[in-house]
Nanobody
Framework: QVQLVESGGGLVRAGGSLRLSCAASGRTYSSYTVGWFRQSPGKEREFVAAISWTGGRTYYEDSVKGRFTISRDNAKNTVYLQMNSLKPEDTAVYYC??????????????????WGQGTQVTVSS
């Protein structure tokens, strides 16, 4: 199995940027898809982005396309989520998730077996 730890969250003004990191440990030698999700109070956890093992395939939720970029460095066992042009509605706890699947377009919470503890992102207006 793989263990995930997110970092990089914080408070930023609207229009600003943050870069989240998801560090993996454990069974990182096997190929795994990584996704980012977010959850705000009173709402369900929602898909943000996903990336294949090689990084060659990426997928985004429509509201973040053109603003967020997911990438990975397998040598460092780390996946990143670069978030630009942040909006107050991006405020949420952000989670990374992993699954040992060759299929990368995984957008549902139950598609993923492993989860991090989350990192808070707050965007002020």
């Amino acid at each position: 199995q793989v263990q995930l730890v997110e970092s990089g969250g914080g408070l930023v003004r609207a229009g600003g940027s943050l870069r989240l990191s998801c560090a993996a440990s454990g069974r990182t030698y096997s190929s795994y898809t990584v996704g980012w999700f977010r959850q705000s109070p009173g709402k369900e956890r929602e898909f943000v982005a996903a990336i294949s093992w090689t990084g060659g395939r990426t997928y985004y939720e429509d509201s973040v396309k053109g603003r967020f970029t997911i990438s990975r460095d397998n040598a460092k066992n780390t996946v990143y989520l670069q978030m630009n042009s942040l909006k107050p509605e991006d405020t949420a706890v952000y989670y990374c998730a992993a699954d040992y699947s060759s299929y990368a377009n995984l957008r549902r919470v139950h598609d993923y077996a492993y989860w991090g503890q989350g990192t808070q992102v707050t965007v002020s207006s």
